[in-house]
């Protein structure tokens, strides 16, 4: 059976400043009061801060993330609508309702609600009952929805979350990661910028009860439009938000704070330290050429790579780092090449951790190569790797 490698290309140094060894920005002279940590500019996807990113914490009510991204799908393929009606159920009234003393609509036990005012009822109020009214309609019972999220997890690409449920209410099953919540977040507002504003109003209203947002961000005024918080005995307190400022827009996700006054602040400090403290520059211009890939059996031994949409990555102001660009792809690349093939990933790092992943094309054609040549190229893949 043919073997393949996944071979390092290149080593681009780009050397901004020659500041070689020095330590990563976002661990030099600053740090948060959290035990998971992952800050991101959300236009490049730049890793800004990131501490245990990839431990597997309680979702939390950070569940409903992933509960409005199922219900956003189904209105976005017509599954439902907004002034679709969903029953109470006895057990969405007495699991997430006034009974339960969580945080709630209000929602009154064997009436109708609108889908609308579902959505309205978990992105402002996070409302435990909307979440369940929600699940129960959409899948027929909770548990069915709870596993509609886990797949949606991993058709996003999320491979460690797990739901048992809608609300996020305790459970085992119910895990996530502070990078997931971050790729999550960053999926709601690409996929459906059309139902953001929710998470921004700043009250709701129902069963003539008037509920405030309870995400203790947006009356600060800073910039933040969204997302959620959540608390767990085991994993402390949570917050999920977005900020938009000055042309940048950070997405963050953090857990293990000791209280919610601790995680207001906290989520405040780094949001400004991030905003204040990168700046955006371009390492490779659209369409410029990165680096070469060697082909396998063409009339041309090698295949110019792009990024294709210009390369940007938000670096610190004034605090300089030594980044590496290499281009990972699966070696031999075999040949007919044509223009925009998608053959591997240009990794950005710093000393410490990968700051951006790009995916590269290929840029040029090449064409099946004599029998000569191509024998020449399976001697050499032979001694490849015998070596």
Request: proline share 4%.
């Amino acid at each position: 059976m043919h073997r393949r490698i996944l071979a390092c290309l290149a080593v681009l140094a780009l050397l901004l400043h020659p500041a070689f060894g020095q330590q990563p920005a976002s661990q030099a002279g600053f740090d948060v009061k959290a035990g998971q940590v992952y800050l991101i500019e959300a236009g490049t996807g730049t890793v800004l801060f990131a501490r245990n990113e990839d431990q597997v914490v309680p979702a939390a009510s950070l569940a409903k993330l992933m509960t409005m991204a199922v219900v956003f799908k189904a209105l976005a393929t017509g599954e439902t609508g907004l002034d679709t009606e969903y029953p109470v159920t006895e057990h969405a009234w007495r699991t997430g309702g006034a009974p339960s003393r969580t945080a709630t609509m209000f929602a009154a036990l064997k009436s109708s609600v609108r889908v609308e005012d579902l959505i309205r009822g978990v992105t402002v109020q996070f409302a435990n009952d909307a979440c369940i009214i929600l699940a129960e309609g959409l899948a027929g019972s909770e548990t069915a929805f709870a596993a509609r999220m886990t797949e949606e997890a991993r058709a996003l690409g999320l491979a460690k979350s797990t739901f048992a449920n809608a609300t996020g209410l305790p459970d085992p099953q119910n895990r996530v990661t502070m990078r997931e919540m971050v790729q999550l977040a960053r999926h709601l507002q690409q996929a459906y910028p059309q139902r953001m504003g929710y998470y921004t109003e700043a009250e709701f209203e129902w069963n003539r009860i008037k509920q405030r947002n309870r995400n203790p961000l947006l009356a600060l005024n800073i910039g933040v439009d969204g997302f959620v918080t959540g608390f767990s005995e085991e994993g402390g307190y949570s917050i999920v938000a977005s900020i938009r400022r000055d042309g940048k827009h950070l997405l963050l996700a953090m857990g293990g704070l000791e209280s919610d006054k601790q995680r207001v602040e906290e989520t405040r400090r780094i949001l400004e330290w991030g905003l204040s403290s990168f700046e955006r520059r371009t390492l490779f211009k659209e369409g410029e050429a990165i680096a070469e890939a060697s082909v396998y059996g063409g009339d041309a031994g090698k295949v110019p790579l792009v990024a294709g949409d210009r390369v940007d990555v938000f670096l610190p102001v004034d605090n300089s780092q030594r980044l590496t660009a290499r281009v990972v792809y699966t070696w031999p690349i075999r040949a007919p090449v044509e223009p925009g093939m998608e053959v591997g990933t240009l990794r950005i790092s710093n000393e410490k951790q990968v700051l951006r992943e790009v995916p590269v094309r290929t840029a040029g054609s090449v064409g099946v190569g004599t029998l000569r040549a191509r024998a020449l190229d399976a001697l050499l893949e032979l001694l490849f790797f015998w070596i």
